[in-house]
């Protein structure tokens, strides 16, 4: 909610857009795949309707060679001539003639039948009467099978799928005598034909013209429409169907089971074949929806910039106006001159500048007097303190006979209190830095072998400014607190660099340090200092009115560690050198 709380008007109203506009594409492309889904399944159905009808074409003509073994060994002549038969002695002239009798009657029934390659007659014993064509000989192992099949139904019909060894459907029964119903066993009939023929006569009800259909028996292949045969799944229902990959080529598989005969139908054609289209009509509408969604998305997005342009322009102005550019404010608004609420309130906000333009114009002056006043003050507090500390030092020298020392320490003196008195209140850093290693000569004559002190620079410190006076305040503070309350020499170090965007200062001293509740009182200015104690608080001061908020001045201590000074202003180039 922070977030889109600070997001700008426009992305706002493309946000609004953008969720409203893609619930109703979600809800829209929701429907249109269900009724996508819905047209599938329904031609997912006729696809199994029509390997329905197909199948009962196949069976259609599988019972019709039941009816046909049926009607040949109920044929009234044909059982009255098996029986005379009986009554004849084997391989006579008259068993002979009985013999083409039979013969012509089942020719006679097998022209009506040309699914049925060939019928063969046989007594079990001596007697086996062929009529058709030739489908070669039935190897003996599958015709004694057979015929146990024939024993073990009766006299009903029995059937043997087509095999490697054997390609032909085998079929027919036991002729039983019914005239006398003695159902004594008078021969039997075997009906041979070709499963191909038949299958690829019922084809036709197919309508997909790249179909490629297989029948399994007991997991057997006894059809296939070419040589290879793909690898299909297992089959757990009696119907269904399932989209598979064959060859690297998407398909469409469906299957059923048939009742009379166990045999699986499996149809299966490429994907795109009936479907294809479909698809097709399904990626141009979802590409159209999701452009179309896009051109408005990308409309609206445009729409909503050219409508808060003008508020955008207000509140940039606004920011410059923060930074103290009135005149860059108002040529920024030039010429938006819109009546609506923003227009208007552009308007207003002009008049407000031109407003406090004029009294920032009358103060300015005012306020810089002022600023350089409590600067020089600031300023000024430094130098009796600086010089009450270094004459007492050369008082000192003098009543110890070090005249020669004390010379030097004046010259240094009156170098450092040129420096002081100084009309510009800004010097260089390495200025600076010359000051402080003039102080640092000085104290050296006091302090001698108690005090080390080191000073380092690095950078070209001689281009960039920085208040007078910084550095030789701490190095003073760091004399008085560090090396005066140790009894073990004290080391001073004073350093100076410069980084890419900033000034780095640094005085440290490895003295006794402060405690905790000591460092927060010098931070927050309530310690109570020695001397006149208006070190720190001059230098935090002076760093606030010359740099803002754009400069920090850190300290940091611990007991037994000593104590460091850290500051760091932005780089201001000095006068005079080059950019």
Known sequence: MKRLKNMKMSGKMSLVYFVFAGIFLIILMAALQVSFNIYDSKLYEKSLQELDFFAQGVNESLQEMDD??????????????????????????????????????IQDELYFHPEVKNIIYTDRKDVSLKVGTDTGNIPEDIQEKLLEYFTEE??????????EEYPYLLSGRDIREVRNATLDYMGSLILTSDISEIIEEEKSNLTAAQSRLYVYSDGDLIYSCDEEQPMLPEFTDTTGYEVIRYEGQKYFMCYLV?????????????YTEIYGYTMSVRYWMIGGFFVLFLVILAALRRMSVVLTRPLGMLTESMKIVEEGDFKGAKDMLDGETGEDEVGQLTQEFNIMLDKIDTLIYENYEKQLI?????????????????????????????????????????????????????KDPYTTVAEELDNVRGYIMI??????????FVVEEEGNLKDYKIPRMILQPLVENAILYGVDNTLQ???????????????????????????????????????????????????????????????????????????????????????????
């Open 258 to 270: 048939s009742r009379p005969t166990g045999w699986i139908y499996v149809n299966f054609f490429p």
């Open 154 to 163: 009766k006299g009903g019909y029995a059937a043997m799928d087509p095999s």
């Open 68 to 105: 046909l073994s049926s009607n040949i060994a109920l044929e009234k002549d044909i059982q009255q001539l098996l029986a005379e038969m009986e009554e004849v002695p084997y391989l006579s002239a008259r068993y002979s003639y009985m013999l083409n009798n039979l013969r012509r009657l």
């Open 370 to 422: 002022l600023k350089d006043t409590n600067y020089k003050m600031l300023q000024a507090q430094i130098n009796p303190h600086f010089l009450y500390n270094t004459l007492n030092t050369i008082h000192w020298m003098v009543r110890g006979k070090q005249n020669e020392d004390a010379g030097k320490m004046i010259m240094q003196l009156a170098k450092i209190l040129r420096a002081a008195f100084a």
């Open 443 to 452: 104290q050296q004559y006091r302090y001698r072998s108690r005090a080390d």
């Open 489 to 579: 020499k004290c080391q001073v170090k004073v350093s100076a660099r410069e980084e890419t965007e900033w000034i780095m200062l640094e005085v440290q001293d490895t003295g006794q340090g402060m405690t905790e509740e000591e460092l927060r009182m010098l931070r927050d200015g309530t310690i109570v200092p020695k001397g006149h104690g208006i070190g720190v608080q001059n230098i935090r001061e002076r760093l606030n009115i010359a740099f803002g908020d754009k400069s920090s001045f850190e300290i940091d201590s611990s007991p037994g560690e000593g104590t460091k000074v850290h500051i760091i202003m932005p780089k201001i180039r000095a006068e005079g050198t080059d950019v």
